[in-house]
Antibody, heavy 118, light 112 residues
Framework: QVQLQESGPGLVKPSETLSLTCTVS??????????LVWIRQPPGKGLEWIGS???????YYNPSLKSRVTISVDTSKSQFSLRLSSVTAADTALYVC??????????WGQGTLVTVSS | DIVMTQSPLSLPVTPGEPASISCRSS???????????LDWYLQKAGQSPQLLIY???NRASGVPDRFTGSGSGTDFTLKISRVEAEDVGVYYC?????????FGGGTKVEIK
């Protein structure tokens, strides 16, 4: 059974860089041949796709965040990471990593709350 | 970007009664391969979303058959034939046709 677990600081200061890692475990081909996704959800609000990375390193970012986002993958560790620079209070959210199937998203992490505050 | 619009925003339901949620997209989600790239997810309180329906009408593994997805192109519907207490939460539609992936605003289903 595929499992995803986010890790990283829960508190980030304004203007600094948010960094999170997602570890994928269980099942075969945990990372290979899959799109890996970061999604966020501000408190009490809806879902926003941040971006995706394929196992070959190809990336796709939400245009609204593109200038600040970097997603990378380490297939040897079955991990992929998110970096979001120049954060503000508007970036406070539950950050969730996920793995896409062919098109849909059947596998989700539990999410980690990141608060941007001084 | 493809804009996804859900209605209603809130849906109070009586257990055992049916429920229906609408989702509209600003562009057709019908792929040349014949599939509609529209998913439905349920987010229960304190949990991440779980996949219910993919390709507009295919139930994901383990999803009860009281959940039915229908529609094509730009208009889609999720129906629950008989709502159970465990069905409460926020339902989201999501278009998977093109990046950026976009979600509807959500429909909160609660028991009356």
């Amino acid at each position: 059974q595929v499992q995803l677990q986010e890790s990283g600081p829960g508190l980030v200061k304004p203007s600094e860089t948010l960094s999170l890692t997602c570890t994928v475990s269980g099942g075969s081909l945990t990372i290979s041949s899959h799109y890996l996704v970061w999604i966020r959800q501000p408190p009490g609000k809806g879902l926003e796709w941040i971006g995706s990375i394929y196992s070959d390193g190809s990336t796709y970012y939400n245009p609204s965040l593109k200038s600040r986002v970097t997603i990378s993958v380490d297939t040897s560790k079955s991990q992929f990471s998110l970096r979001l620079s120049s954060v503000t209070a508007a970036d406070t959210a539950l950050y969730v990593c996920a793995r896409r199937g062919h098109t849909s998203i059947p596998h989700w992490g539990q999410g980690t709350l990141v608060t941007v505050s001084s | 970007d493809i804009v996804m619009t859900q209605s209603p925003l809130s849906l109070p339901v009586t257990p055992g009664e049916p429920a229906s949620i609408s989702c509209r997209s600003s562009q057709s989600l019908l792929h040349p391969n014949g599939n509609n790239y529209l998913d439905w997810y349920l987010q229960k309180a304190g949990q991440s979303p779980q996949l219910l329906i993919y390709f507009g009408s295919n139930r994901a593994s383990g999803v009860p058959d009281r959940f039915t997805g229908s529609g094509s192109g730009t208009d889609f519907t999720l129906k629950i034939s008989r709502v159970e207490a465990e069905d409460v939460g926020v339902y989201y539609c999501m278009q998977a046709l093109q990046n950026p992936l976009t979600f509807g605003g959500g429909t909160k289903v609660e028991i009356k």
